[in-house]
Structures are given as C-alpha cells and as structure tokens.
C-alpha cells in the first residue's frame, strides 16, 4: 500500500507551497486582497457615472482579480472569496482548520473594505443616504433585480456561475503544480496566465451576474454590500451566501472524484521528494513494508558470505595472502617432494 499524500494547507497557480508560510502571513493576505476586491467591486460602481464611466465594473473586479493573486498568490494561494476556498477544502487541497480561518479572514476583510466606502460615501454632499446608495451594488432578486429576475434564476446563475470559478481556480492551480517545478522563469510566468485566466473569467461571469441582479459569485462581498445597504437586500443575503458555496462544493467534489485533486497532492509530494531525498529514502522505505528492510539485511549477509554460481571464479593475484593458498603450496611440494603420487 502505499503512503496517503498529506493534504496541504492550499495549493496555488505557479507551484510555490503556501503551507511553509506562517498561518497569520496568509490571512492577512487572504484579508487585504478581499478587501482589494471589495473596494474595487463595489467602489467602480458606486462612484462611476455610467455615460462617462471609462472602465466596467465587471472588468475592473476581474483586473483587481488578477492584480490580487499575482500579488499575494505565493503566500495564501489567492483564494480572497469563501466560495474558491470551499472548493480548495472538497477537492483536499487545504484543511478544515486553515479553510475556516480563510473564510473568516475573506469576510473581515471585505467587510472592512465597505467600511472604507461608506465612510467615503457619507462626505459627499451629493450622496445623501449612502445606504440608498449601497443598494444599487447590492446583489437582490424579484424587485430589487435590475431585470425583475425571480429567485430561481438568481440561484441557478449563482450556483453555475461559482462552480465555473472554482472549477477554473482548481484547474490552474492543479495544472501549474503538476508539472512546472524547478524553474523560476517558468513557474512566474504560469502563475502569470494563471491569474490572468482567473481574473478574465471572473470579470466575463460578473459581467452576466450584474446584469441580473449584481450578482457577485463571492458570499463575503455579497455580505458586505448588504451589511451597508437597506433592510430588503439584508433580508434577501442569504441566497446569494448558500447559492456560490453550494456551486463551489459540487465542483470541489467533481475534482475530488475525478481524481485531479490527487494528481496534484502526488505532483506535490514529488516537489516535496525532490526537495528533501532523504525523508523521500524513508519514506520510500516505510511504504515498502516492515519486511523490506531485514531482506535488504539479509540479502547483504548473503553477499557477504560464499560467492554465488553465478559469480565468475578469478585467480588469486600473485600477491594473495598465504593462508588463502596454504592448501594448494603443501598438496604441490609433496608431489614434487615424492611424497605423493
């Protein structure tokens, strides 16, 4: 039988081990980069005219996407949304203890990103109920959508559009690491188009999603948008929570069982093996077997004793220790001695 793969803590685009990092380096990016995507997502929108506005929400939040896991993908694994980190759990690349601790971290983080907005929201003098003005970024269905979508849309939108995501975020990343260790050059540059892949398909997905109803495909900005806005988009939160975790667990479990999420942990423990041979030797040793050892011993002893048939018979150097040709010396000098016939 063989040894089971450790599952690490998080496995990222480009190959680098966000496990070997500190717990608290990795939530505090998971943080900062939600509260990036927070700010970008919801600030685009809020503070943009749309008859002048240069650049789409969609497109902005998919840069910010981009932007945030090439900055911080090497330390956490770029998750920033509960949802990706849901996916990364079911599909064994990442603990429970650690996948809890990302979520709380993703939610604190976008939640201090809204904070920062309303703040700004309330200075304007132009603005003046910026809860009224939250409700225009916050994700709802029925009469709060921007096409009176009902709710069984929203949920099959929401549902599709997060496994999508994570499906995308779990092939890159598994993709990367499978094959694309050992040089630097390389390993930046697919975490590059990993980022860039992610980023562009999140801003095609929000770009459907805000024509709904904003619908975000990430549970912690659609609770930090409902936080700050009206009591209806509060009330109507939790669809757009239980909506992307249940996608982000039904491709977590389709990676799972297709069996992608173990060719990355071996991909893994071969990085693992080449950067330590000797814990690779021991446990190449324990996956043997307890009885692999003493045959090794014993087929030692074995050589050491009587040479095999097998082995060619060479003759004594000329230099051969006495007591190796003593037999054949005294056998020789009685014949010629006469005392042998």
Known sequence: MSTPVPARDALQPGGADPARSGLMPRLAAEAFGSLFLAVVGLGVPL?????????????????????????????????????????????????????????????????????????????????????????????????????????????????????????????????????????????????????????????????????????????????????????????????????PLAGAAIAGLVFRISGTADATQSAAAADDAAQDPDAAGAEAAGTAGPGAGASAVQAGDDDAGEPSEAEPHLPEAPGAAPDKQAGNVSEAQEFFEGKRS
Do not use: K
């Open 47 to 243: 503070f943009s005219i749309p008859q002048s506005s240069p650049m789409p929400a969609a497109l902005a939040a998919g840069l910010a996407v981009t932007a945030a896991m090439l900055a911080f993908g090497h330390i956490s694994g770029g998750h920033f949304n509960p949802a990706i980190t849901l996916g990364h759990l079911l599909a064994g690349r990442i603990r429970a203890g650690a996948a809890a601790a990302y979520a709380a971290a993703q939610v604190v983080g976008s939640l201090v990103g809204a904070v920062a907005l309303f703040g700004i929201l309330r200075t304007l003098p132009g603005i003046p109920d910026s809860r009224t003005a939250f409700d225009t970024v916050a994700a709802g269905f029925g009469e709060h959508s921007i096409i009176q979508a009902p709710l069984a849309a929203v949920v099959l939108l929401e549902l599709l559009g997060a496994a999508i995501v994570v499906a995308i975020v779990l092939g890159a990343s598994g993709r990367d690491n499978g094959g694309l260790q050992g040089n630097a050059g390389t390993d930046t540059g697919s975490r590059t188009v990993a980022a860039v892949a992610v980023g562009l398909s999140f801003a095609a997905l929000l770009q459907v999603g805000q024509s709904v109803g904003n619908l975000p495909f990430n549970p912690a900005r659609a609770l930090a948008a409902a936080v700050f806005s009206s009591g209806a988009a509060l009330g109507q939160v939790w669809i757009f929570l239980v909506a």
